[in-house]
């Protein structure tokens, strides 16, 4: 008994994978699957690997206050008096905008992640931000932008 338990914790355990930057293999699909990615540290390395983590939680910071604010609209949230016709009208489509550029933030933060580790383990990482997370970054930036211009206006038409 007590070896099938030891046996269950030491397969539990993670067991860094240690990953050669001539294998062909993807560092993400190596086994152990749950476990560290241990890379040679030659140069400046582990900070561009803290960097890279930092790029990844910011764009799923993003992501959750992007939900936050989808579910706010969705549900119509006030805090001093009933949303218009209007707001209700539009509430729908934009939350649901919102909602989809929060997993177009959440997909584009982990898929950069995943690249440039992956590129990072073969020593061929080139830090800079490609065509895709600027497009989805000039695309969640206008939809603020416009939300803001149009909650604004429906507010001044209000207060005439």
């Known amino acids: 008994m007590a070896t099938t338990f030891s046996r269950l914790i030491h397969s539990l355990s993670p ?15 190596t086994p152990p699957f749950f476990s560290p990615l241990l890379f040679p540290n030659n140069s400046s390395d582990a900070r561009d690997h803290c960097a890279n983590e930092r790029t990844f939680l910011s764009w799923l910071r993003l992501s959750v206050y992007m939900a936050i604010v989808a579910v706010a609209i969705l549900i119509s949230f006030h805090l001093k008096n009933q949303p218009t ?29 995943v690249k ?3 590129k990072y383990g073969r020593r061929r990482a080139l830090v800079q931000s490609g065509w895709k997370t600027q497009v989805v970054f000039t695309v969640v930036a206008c939809a603020i ?12 038409k209000q207060r005439r």
């Open 116 to 118: 440039t580790v992956t």
């Open 15 to 29: 067991h860094p994978a240690d990953l050669d930057p001539t294998s062909p293999s993807h560092p993400f699909l």
């Open 85 to 113: 016709a209007m707001e209700k009208h539009l509430a729908l489509p934009v939350g649901l905008l919102f909602w989809v550029l929060s997993f177009a933030c959440l997909a584009n933060g982990f898929a950069n992640y």
């Open 145 to 156: 932008v416009a939300v803001c211009v149009l909650l604004l206006s429906t507010n001044a």
